[in-house]
């Protein structure tokens, strides 16, 4: 490979599965794919495909992006999970690029939005805290871009992360849906 660090950046946030390899700042390789399910199963090879269209191998990378969110809960989880433990496993860093980092750094004038179920979207409220509002609330919404631009600016915002910054973690703006079970547990029997 070339004097350029390599960086992987990809996101499963949305409704997509997306990555791209950069080599500094100029894009080796990019696929995104449109899902609502299956992220899971589909990113590692995903992945893999990127690599080797942009002729590397785990080993080449120097540094891993990953979109932390806001969106959905599970699709963040399983690439935040994916980043760690490929950042561990190759000894590299891996960082935490935001939905909102990435619509600022785009330069577009405007209120970042991240879409959200039920007529809402996650916006940054006052002091830059994360907030979920109804989408009409905002008269001036930029959007999220394509999956494979966010992938490309995950990379591209990632590469320019300071090396201490602390590994990647959920963007949550709003407690998941799921509820602890109500049943009483189980009495456990000692074999005694």
Same mark, same amino acid.
């Given at each position: ?110 209120? $970042?939005?991240? %879409? ?7 916006? #940054?409220? &006052?002091?830059? +805290? *994360? @907030?979920?509002? !109804? ?8 959007? $999220?871009?394509? %999956? ?7 990379? #591209?915002? &990632?590469?320019? +992360? *300071? @090396?201490?910054? !602390? ?26």
């Amino acid at each position: 490979m070339g004097s350029e660090p390599l960086t992987l950046g990809f996101d499963t946030s949305a409704a997509h599965c997306a990555a791209a390899l950069l080599s500094g700042g100029r894009v080796l390789a990019a696929r995104a794919e449109e899902m609502g399910r299956g992220q899971a199963e589909r990113l590692m090879p995903l992945l893999e495909e990127v690599l080797a269209e942009g002729g590397a191998a785990w080993r080449d990378l120097d540094r891993i992006g990953v979109g932390i969110g806001p969106g959905n809960f599970t699709g963040i989880r399983i690439s935040v999970a994916a980043a760690r433990g490929m950042a561990l496993s190759l000894d590299i860093s891996a960082f935490g690029i935001s939905t909102f980092d990435v619509i600022r750094a785009l330069g577009e004038d405007g209120t $970042p939005a991240v %879409p959200a179920p039920r007529g809402m979207v996650h916006v #940054l409220g &006052a002091g830059a +805290v *994360p @907030a979920l509002i !109804p989408a009409s609330d905002v008269s001036d919404p930029v959007g $999220p871009p394509p %999956p494979s631009e966010m992938a490309r600016m995950i990379a #591209l915002l &990632a590469r320019d +992360v *300071p @090396a201490d910054a !602390p590994p990647p973690a959920p963007l949550y703006v709003r407690p998941a849906d799921a509820a602890p079970a109500r049943d009483v547990p189980p009495v456990i029997l000692d074999d005694a």
